[in-house]
């Protein structure tokens, strides 16, 4: 079943771009859980797409959606799910129609008794007349006491519209059991069912619809068991499950390291890593499972898998180790005829990438398959979700919205090889760094860059010496509290320079500096809700004859413009942050070169 041509691979990517910043490498945990929904809300509007991530207190938040209306490409922040980041909630997320339901429930290397550590359900209810989601009351299914907890919680809708939850409850001998509950009544209330299994560590596992069927799969941490299965047919009563038996005779890593998809027909895809770390893939056909075909052969505990399926094809992601726990590899292989392609690597920078997530289904005649992973320089340390995509030959692709305010002057090149990269995790009352060109006042806290000069007569700048580029994407996390202006430069030389500025007044504009003065080439609307609130700018330049300019504020574009006149920056210069006043924070910059691809 492996070894066919690498053709079907040939144009292998889209781009590869941050999309969230995180407090840590493993942000998408819990690989079984699916984190991302795409909704066809119709009137002619592109598919809007919400990615549930648990940010760890990074921006001040927990669990939030990020939402995208360019086919994944780029998330803006949506809305808290639950925003107590000490709490450390991961969600399953499920589109019904244009609604979303979700299940959210505590996530940690270490589970341990504790009262908190409930699972709720809650709808997110489509609102046409605005174009979003509000939230309804979440619904608490399972409720802790002192003695015991729950965790890793997932959510399935049968052929009959039932919701069912299923969870872990950490029992009193250190051991597992597998609970279920069901609502009728369309998540108002739910109704606990008989236990579905037990295990003797801490378990894991899968709850699926199948079409007309309930799967459900499931092992445990460090147990060199089979792993077991139950499957239930919709028109039995609610109590009728089949007996517990083995799926097959090895078990999973942690019993929730896997992807699992229904496969259209009845059955499931299954890929999943085994007790001895190596990752394989088995069909089950509705009543038993298939042999298993290898993957990929070697092993490492960060090494997870996310899978999507295009009507009978099966994409499937993953991350492999190249240095334990500072440089990985996310690969891609295509499960199609009855083969799998050989692997095509999508990313291969030095850094640390772990738990991948992606979209359960995607429409034919999609143009790629995308996949997000924690990017960090290791799992502990505070990184982005970042996206790779694999293209997909003959694929329509999925049109990005005009922007209300913007001139499109033509197609904005992806992003690719990152230049330079700057979080500030160093103390200085004077200067960024040897990185660093200053004029004006500057200091790091530990955290972030801060201006500490007011300039009446000009900005306060700061160039990134390694970030010198002609075509490139520069980006930074600000927060400016309201006052004066801040932003990005690009393209700077001399005097002269292009910038993106985000104006008190909850306004954009695009400058392009010569000399004492500035020309605003346009000016926008921020999309912002409160001009006190921190935004991540980003500015696109790129082109020479004209030069095209693109600036997006937290992930939407919101401007583009074309600047053909003679006094156009052509050539290559440097990239920074710029702002008149003192007390402006700016954080997570980054430079990359556009048009490269990874």
């Known amino acids: 079943m492996v070894g066919f041509s690498t053709a079907l691979l040939a144009t292998v990517l889209a781009s590869l771009a941050p999309v969230v910043p995180v407090s840590g490498g493993n942000a998408l945990t819990l690989p079984a859980q699916r984190h991302a929904v795409r909704i066809d809300t119709g009137s002619g509007r592109p598919p809007t797409w919400l990615l549930t991530v648990q940010q760890g207190g990074t921006e001040g938040r927990g669990l939030s959606f990020f939402r995208s209306d360019d086919g994944g490409r780029t998330f803006r922040f949506a809305a808290a799910i639950q925003p107590d980041a000490s709490h450390a909630d991961r969600a399953e997320v499920l589109a019904v129609g244009r609604d979303v339901a979700l299940v959210y429930s505590f996530e940690a290397p270490k589970l341990t008794a504790s009262r908190r550590h409930d699972v709720y359900f809650q709808w997110w209810r489509y609102r046409p007349e605005t174009h979003d989601w509000a939230p309804q009351p979440a619904v608490r299914v399972f409720d802790a006491d ?43 209330s739910f109704q606990r069912q008989a236990n579905l299994g037990r295990v003797k560590r801490r378990g894991g596992g899968r709850l699926l619809s199948l079409g007309s069927k309930l799967v459900f799969i499931y092992a445990m941490h460090d147990g060199f068991e089979p792993t077991r299965l139950r499957i239930r047919d919709d028109a039995e009563p609610l109590d009728t499950w089949s007996s517990v038996r083995d799926a097959f005779s090895d078990g999973i890593y942690h019993g929730a390291a896997l992807s699992a998809v229904a496969d259209g027909r009845g059955g499931m ?7 001895s770390e190596r990752l394989y893939h088995r069909h089950f056909n509705g009543s038993t499972f298939g042999p298993r075909t290898l993957l990929e052969g070697s092993s490492d505990w960060a090494m997870q898998a996310a899978t999507t399926r295009i009507g009978d094809t099966l994409y499937v992601f993953y991350n492999t180790m190249r240095e334990p726990n500072v440089s990985y590899e996310v690969r891609a292989r295509v499960l199609k005829d009855g083969r799998f392609s050989e692997p095509v690597v999508l990313d291969s920078r030095r850094t640390y990438k772990g738990y ?128 004066d202006e801040a932003g990005l430069v690009v393209r700077a030389e001399g005097d002269a320079r292009y910038a993106l500025v985000l104006l008190p007044q909850g306004r954009i504009q695009l400058r392009r500096y010569r000399g004492a003065g500035f020309t605003v080439l346009g000016e926008a609307a921020s999309g ?58 700016f954080d997570d910059f980054l430079v990359r070169v556009l048009g490269t691809g990874p």
């Open 146 to 188: 002192d003695t015991t907890a729950y965790s890793r919680a997932l959510l399935a809708r049968d052929s009959r519209g039932r919701l069912w939850v299923q969870a872990f409850r950490l029992d009193s001998d250190g051991g597992s059991t597998a609970v279920l509950s069901v609502s009728t009544d369309g998540g108002t």
């Open 269 to 275: 895809h299954l890929v999943y890593k085994d007790e």
């Open 356 to 483: 991948p997530n992606a979209l359960e289904t995607l429409p034919e005649g999609t143009s790629e398959v995308p996949c997000f992973f924690g990017d960090a320089p290791d799992a502990n340390s505070r990184g982005y979700v970042s996206r790779v995509a694999l293209a997909v030959p003959g694929g329509g692709g999925e049109e990005e919205p005009p922007d209300e305010d913007e001139e499109v002057p033509g197609s904005e090149p992806e992003p690719g090889e990152l230049l330079f990269g700057d979080t500030f995790p160093r103390t200085s009352s004077s200067g960024l760094g040897s990185d660093w060109r200053l004029s004006g006042l500057w200091l790091t806290d530990g955290r972030r860059a801060v201006s500490d000069f007011d300039n009446p007569d000009g900005d306060n700048l700061a160039l990134a010496l390694p970030s010198r580029c002609a075509d490139c994407q520069v980006q930074v996390r600000l927060q400016a509290f309201g006052a």
């Open 528 to 585: 912002q809700a409160s001009p006190w609130d921190a935004a991540t700018l980003s500015l696109s330049v790129w082109g020479a004859g004209p030069v095209r300019l693109s600036a997006s504020v937290d992930g939407q574009v919101r401007l583009r413009v074309t600047d053909d006149d003679p006094a156009a920056l052509t050539g290559e210069g440097d990239a920074g942050l710029a702002t008149p006043i003192a007390g402006v924070w």
